[in-house]
Structures are given as C-alpha cells and as structure tokens.
C-alpha cells in the first residue's frame, strides 16, 4: 500500500502564497497521474490540478495562472506552488496518487489532507 503525507497548509493573508507538499512512501509502486484536491466546508470535493508522470498538467478553471503543480519522479513527491490565494480558496486540500499495482490495475491513494485557510 502506497501512503501519501501532506504538509505546506496554514494560515495566509488575500493575496499570499503557500506551497503545498505531497510525499508518497510504501511498497513498491509506480504512480501515474498524481493531483490536488480540495473540499471546503459544505462543498463537494473538487480537482485543483493534476500532472502525468510525464509532466502534462490540467487545472480548475478557478485556479488557473495562479496555482502551478509540479512533481519530482525519483523522490515520489508531488508540489503545489499557491499564489494570489482569495479566500474562497480556504479549504482542506488532498494529495492524490493514481498508483499502478499490475498492467491494467490500478488504485487512489489519498493522503489525509492539509488545511489551508485565506483570510480577508
């Protein structure tokens, strides 16, 4: 089974920065896509951004020119650079892994979340 760790959240002023950190550890493994997540109180969880083991990224509209993803393969680690945060950014934020088990087989790890809060 495959872990992931979060860690980066905090507390932060409209218009600040935080960067989000995701660490992956277990058996061995092999993690395709991994992304950002995030779910506000009374919210539905929602994709922030994600990026294929080859670097291709996607994001939410919402967060689009602000946030960047990035991933380091050798260290199993997946980032997530905030910027210009707004309040309607304040949420928990989940690290994701889709992580690849045999060909063909694969699975969702999930870390347990970061809190990240925005003040106005």
């Known amino acids: 089974q495959v872990q992931l760790v979060e860690s980066g959240g905090g507390l932060v002023q409209a218009g600040g920065s935080l960067r989000l950190s995701c660490a992956a550890s277990?058996?061995?493994?092999?993690?395709?896509?991994m992304g950002w997540f995030r779910q506000a109180p009374g919210k539905q969880r929602e994709l922030v951004a994600v990026?294929?083991?080859?670097?291709?990224?996607n994001y939410a509209d919402s967060v689009k020119g602000r946030f960047a993803i990035s991933r380091d393969n050798a260290k199993n680690a997946a980032y997530l650079q905030m910027n210009s945060l707004e309040p309607d950014d304040t949420a928990v934020y989940f690290c994701?892994?889709?992580?690849?088990?045999?060909?063909?087989?694969?699975?969702?790890?999930w870390g347990q979340g970061t809190q990240v809060t925005v003040s106005s």
């Open positions: 277990g058996s061995i493994f092999i993690i395709n896509n």
């Open positions: 994701n892994a889709r992580v690849a088990v045999a060909l063909g087989r694969e699975y969702d790890a």
């Open positions: 990026v294929t083991r080859g670097g291709i990224t």
